[in-house]
């Protein structure tokens, strides 16, 4: 090991696929001498792995480089990382002066070399390289949380008019199955319970390997990690969720028969506007089958408002599908005209204020929806694992809820990292309270 470096503080913004980045450069980075900083003013190097999926979280992370420039000590480096510093690369080096490096994904391989040149620092290492593309790159340790995500591709195939991940991410690139298990198992040996599988496309994982089992032949792979609880996937692709899959995650008791659906709308004529598949009665359909299936699975979904075109009847339609469905969960997002994108110049675009209203009172229907799915799980038994304890009270979650986006089970005792048996007793909104069980 080499001796100790430079500090570090690393901020994170962005999706779940980020964090994951952010902690195998932290790993890479700590393997390398680097130490890690308590805050930015503490740091010889600042570093923002920036979000560029819409124009807000362009912005976001614009915010955030200037709050760590502001941040850091005098003689600090600022090093600017993730999907901006890919997909605007000459632009932010020109934009922001105060950056002494802009830094994209596909050059994460010459990280550490970067560091070493920008503090000055001189270490002796050994020889053995880390792996050039950092999706490949087992992290160890394991962050100190009772759950982790793991990335198991990178890049899409896909064409959605309204996205430009596959400009900067790449096509879909899977990781070989015994490269991810290393990865679980790792985690797992180190205390993380539950894993949490994410891709931008996850259902068509293993099809740029040639292998036909693809996410369901993982998920087999995976089941008899020791040490590991639960399985969860995010971001599936509607298309992609085969009879298979569904009936894999509703039999495997390993698996969370949590479906994260990516639906986008219910009107047919839009969605194929957005290059996607599908419409209400076909997204209906799906529900239905997943449910039969797994009776008691959770359903989270996203959609996009205010794409071009769209007509107050459309808005009904969603509205409607909403009552229809009785998602558990689900996100409504207005439309970002990305650049590059199919969709940047289409006519027909939403106002702010129409696009807000609409925003409003789709999320007014869904909030009153998940109210009352949670309300129906009073009296229920569930196994839950307490993710922190916030002012006394255990925060926890069971299958039902993804950590960070859904609701949770508030508990009358428990210990971060504990998996408890509970009742629940009570609902409030998005929330519920339980009891612990002996």
């Keep these: 090991m080499p001796p100790s470096g430079p500090t570090v503080w690393l901020t994170t913004l962005g999706c779940a696929k980020n964090q994951v980045d952010s902690e195998k450069i932290a790993g890479r980075l700590g393997a390398a001498g680097y130490r890690p900083a308590d805050s930015p003013e503490d740091a010889d190097v600042v570093m923002v792995n920036t979000c560029a999926f819409i124009e807000a979280a362009r912005r976001e992370s614009i915010d955030a480089v200037l709050d760590a420039a502001r941040a850091r000590r005098p003689g600090a480096g600022l090093v600017v990382l ?8 000459a632009e932010l080096a020109e934009a922001l002066p105060e950056a002494d490096a802009v830094i994209g994904l596909e050059r994460y391989g010459e990280l550490v070399d970067d560091l070493d040149r920008l503090t000055g620092w001189e270490p002796v290492r050994p020889t053995e390289p880390s792996p050039m593309d950092i999706l490949y790159e087992v992290r160890r340790p394991a962050p100190d949380t009772p759950y982790a995500y793991v990335k198991v591709a990178e890049g899409c195939d896909k064409g959605c008019a309204f996205c430009a991940i596959p400009q900067f991410r790449g096509a879909q690139r899977s990781r070989p199955p015994v490269n991810v ?15 949490v599988l994410v891709a931008q496309d996850l259902a068509a994982y293993g099809r740029d390997l040639d292998a036909p089992g693809g996410i369901v032949d993982l998920l087999r792979f995976l089941g008899d990690v020791e040490g590991l609880r639960r399985l969860r996937l995010l971001y599936l692709y509607p298309r992609e969720v085969t009879p298979a899959l569904v009936e894999e995650m509703a039999a495997n008791p390993l698996v969370a028969p949590y479906f994260d659906l990516s639906l986008q709308h219910a009107s047919g004529p839009l969605l194929r506007a957005m290059r996607r598949p599908g419409d209400g009665d076909r997204h209906l359909r799906l529900i ?9 699975a959770a359903l989270r979904s996203s959609f996009i408002v205010g794409f071009p075109g769209e007509t107050p009847a459309d808005v009904d339609l969603l509205e409607g599908f909403l009552s229809e469905a009785r998602l558990d969960w689900a996100g409504f997002f207005p439309f970002s005209p990305e650049e590059g994108t199919a969709a940047e110049g289409l006519p027909g675009r939403i106002g702010p204020d129409e696009m807000g209203e609409r925003l409003r009172r789709l999320q007014e229907v869904q909030d009153a929806i998940t109210a009352a799915r949670s309300a129906e799980r009073v009296g229920s038994e569930v196994t839950v694992v307490v993710d922190q304890v916030e002012d006394g009270t255990p925060v926890a979650r069971s299958e039902r809820e993804a ?14 990292g504990e998996w408890l048996r509970a009742r629940i007793t009570g609902s409030y909104g998005a929330d519920t309270t339980g009891e612990v069980l002996a």
Excluded: H, K, N, T
């Design 403 to 416: 950590p960070e986006i859904d609701g949770v089970v508030l508990l009358d005792r428990g210990e971060p």
């Design 82 to 89: 993730g999907c901006m510093a890919q997909r605007y690369q």
């Design 181 to 195: 298990r290393d990865e679980v198992a790792d985690l797992a040996a180190a205390g993380v319970g539950e894993v």
């Design 288 to 296: 239905s089958e997943i449910r039969a299936a797994a009776p008691g």
